[in-house]
């Protein structure tokens, strides 16, 4: 189901998977980047989200005052979902906001309780958490056709 209610992002749900996956929008602006990241956990909290894919691909450099803002107020949040995967895509050049991802993680690694995996695309963190099922073809499809 694609979800797209909230501006900053485009949102993907599988509910048998409990997977929602997610893709910045905004382009280079970030002025309403705090207000999406809040819908966006109240979401994933009312959908009982188990597998959270995050490409980060289309985000621009995460500034400072967001890095504190997300490890202050967005990554408690996270850290209490019943997530059991959390799974960023994010190419090796985007050196700036890998950087800032392991710092959010290093913030909030013992409350921990969900297992983090990067890959550099989203097809293939999309193929991992499919992987023994049959979805990945409807899913790629629904995503294609948003």
Request: negative net charge; charged residues 20%.
């Amino acid at each position: 189901m694609i979800i797209n209610h909230i501006p900053d992002f485009n949102l993907q749900y599988d509910e048998a998977l409990g997977l929602l996956r997610l893709e910045w929008v905004s382009g280079e602006a970030t002025h309403t980047l705090r207000t999406s990241a809040e819908q966006l956990l109240l979401l994933a909290r009312k959908l009982a989200v188990r597998s959270l894919l995050i490409d980060m691909n289309s985000v621009p450099n995460i500034s400072v005052e967001d890095e504190l803002w997300l490890g202050s107020h967005w990554m408690p949040g996270i850290v209490q979902l019943p997530l059991e995967r959390l799974v960023l895509a994010i190419d090796s050049s985007q050196l700036h906001n890998q950087l800032a991802i392991d710092a959010l993680h290093d913030l909030v690694q013992p409350a921990i309780r969900f297992d983090s995996h990067y890959f550099s695309d989203a097809l293939s963190a999309m193929q991992w958490l499919t992987e023994g099922t049959n979805r990945l073809p409807a899913l790629l499809a629904e995503w294609n056709a948003r």
